[in-house]
């Protein structure tokens, strides 16, 4: 069965940093494009990053973009996210999400994603 296990959130202050992780276990991880999401509450989840299945080509959301950084290393089937400036309205639970394609692009819409994680919450203080 196919498993993703984000981790590396927490409670971080506004300008500070963390790296999230996304561990892919029971998958031909290269043969899977990538992507981060987030819900806060009462708000709908929305796309953050993604990237294609050989790393060649990643996407952002204006909000993060220049501030996350996406990344994928297929020998270890991890994807991660790190995240830099973090700001108060970045928080929220972060999933991360796993794609059938191994086509040049990787998708922003999470009904094109197979499979999801658990999530993540990170909380940033002001």
């Known amino acids: 069965q196919v498993q993703l296990v984000e981790s590396g959130g927490g409670l971080v202050q506004a300008g500070g940093s963390l790296r999230l992780s996304c561990a892919a276990s029971?998958?031909?991880?290269?043969?899977?494009?990538m992507g981060w999401f987030r819900q806060s509450p009462g708000k709908e989840r929305e796309f953050v990053a993604a990237i294609n299945w050989s790393a060649s080509m990643s996407k952002y959301a204006d909000s993060v973009k220049g501030r996350f950084t996406i990344s994928r290393d297929n020998a270890k089937n991890t994807m991660y996210l790190q995240m830099n400036s973090l700001k108060p309205e970045d928080t929220a639970v972060y999933y991360c999400?796993?794609?059938?394609?191994?086509?040049?692009?990787?998708?922003?819409?999470?009904?094109?994603?197979?499979?999801w994680g658990q999530g993540t919450q990170v909380t940033v203080s002001s």
């Open positions: 999400a796993a794609e059938i394609n191994t086509h040049w692009y990787a998708s922003a819409a999470a009904n094109a994603y197979d499979y």
């Open positions: 029971e998958i031909t991880f290269n043969s899977y494009a």
